[in-house]
């Protein structure tokens, strides 16, 4: 062994063991093994009172505290007295110090797994406290909408304009693009086939019918709720977080009218103009492939667009768009106005915003459809 290694040596008197320490009780030197004395500190053994003899003892740090705090457990659950006295006072302090202060509760992450009845009574609990919010949400935007058509809603005009050219105009770019490579790729994909039979001149009727009534309308949804539903949502989280919500409540105005009102009429009224303007681009990606690809005429391709898609399709496919704006307005709104009061519920906030949108966007496509088919349109 080695001079310096920690050494603890046991001297039993009547009634009184006293523990000497000795060597240096650093981390690096591995100390001595406390089995010696699990006999001894059990209730029984004749051992009333324990002390301590330091006069040996050289260097210490935190691995003399964690074998003295072994001995201590086991004198306290065989209730063995404790004499501290003889040792340094750094290490009587250090002691007091965490035998004092308790575990706070909770501390411990404890894996505790609820019952499969209870969680799936939180979960439809949840799942009823959100569909209420829902209703309620959408209960006091029909409010606010009456309010409007009738003037006595109450919201800054500024913040309509300002909206309507966030969500319009600021969207071109982005909308070009993909109505743009939409419309390239369903020609591509259609004068695969069409190819085969003689008949890619009808490329132009399949681009122009599935863009003009379903394909532009959805399309441009996405980007609006990936774009300004995730914008929305964060807004109004923001001030959700910063309790300007709060503030406008207090001084007497309807957050409903006054944030919510203002981004759905924009996205109602842009939306339908986006999907306009994705139809037309749509088209003239169609027409790169059918002018480039497969040689037909610049005028031939305008001609049968133009007899194949007809004013039925336009509408629907304007309708869908409005009806989209309305959709991704209120997810947007709705999440942000259920946002938590953290920086991460924001976040959540918002992609839940994005991820509610899209899932409105296609089951409203898919009803719309569904009453088009049974109107025979």
């Not at 399949?206 to 539903?229: F, H, K, S």
């Not at 629907?316 to 709104?333: D, Y």
Request: aromatic residues 6%; hydrophobic residues 50%.
């Amino acid at each position: 062994m080695e001079p310096n290694a920690p050494k603890l040596d046991a001297i039993r008197e009547k009634g009184l063991l006293r523990i000497a320490l000795s060597g240096d009780w650093k981390t690096g030197n591995p100390p001595p093994a406390i089995s010696e004395l699990e006999g001894t500190l059990v209730a029984g053994a004749g051992v009333e009172r324990v002390s301590f003899d330091a006069t040996g003892l050289g260097g210490w740090d935190s691995g003399l505290l964690t074998c003295l705090l072994k001995i201590f457990e086991r004198c306290s659950a065989a209730e063995i007295a404790v004499e501290k006295d003889g040792l340094p006072e750094g290490v009587r302090g250090l002691l007091d110090l965490a035998t004092a202060v308790p575990e706070r509760k909770g501390a411990r992450r404890e894996e505790k797994r609820d019952p499969l009845l209870a969680r799936i009574g939180a979960a439809a609990e949840r799942a009823w406290k959100s569909n209420r919010d829902t209703f309620t949400f959408i209960g006091e935007v029909a409010v606010a909408v009456g309010r409007m058509f009738r003037g006595k809603a109450r919201f800054r005009r500024s913040d309509l304009l300002e909206i309507l050219q966030e969500c319009g105009a600021q969207a071109l770019p982005i909308v070009s693009l993909i109505s743009l490579l939409v419309g390239l790729i369903l020609a591509f994909v259609g004068a695969i086939q069409l190819q085969m039979f003689g008949a890619q001149l009808y490329v132009a009727d399949l681009v122009g019918i599935a863009m003009v009534r379903e394909m532009a309308a959805i399309m441009t949804g996405i980007i609006v709720t990936g774009r300004t539903g995730a914008a929305f949502a964060a807004k109004l989280g923001t001030m959700q977080v910063n309790e300007e919500i709060d503030a406008l409540k207090t001084m007497g105005f309807s957050p409903i009218e006054f944030l919510v009102l203002p981004r759905m009429v924009a996205l109602f009224l842009m939306m339908p103009l986006l999907c306009l303007y994705a139809d037309l681009m749509g088209i003239l990606g169609g027409m790169f492939v059918g002018v480039g690809m497969l040689g037909l005429g610049l005028k031939q391709y305008y001609l049968q667009t133009r007899a194949a898609v007809h004013i039925n399709n336009l509408w629907i496919g304007l309708i869908s768009g409005a009806v989209f704006g309305v959709l991704i307005a209120l997810a947007g709104c709705l999440r942000g106005m259920q946002c938590g009061r953290s920086a991460s519920a924001v976040g959540e906030a918002t992609t839940s915003a994005v991820v509610t949108g899209i899932v409105s966007i296609i089951v409203a496509t898919a009803v719309i459809t569904v009453i088009c088919n049974v109107l025979g349109i």
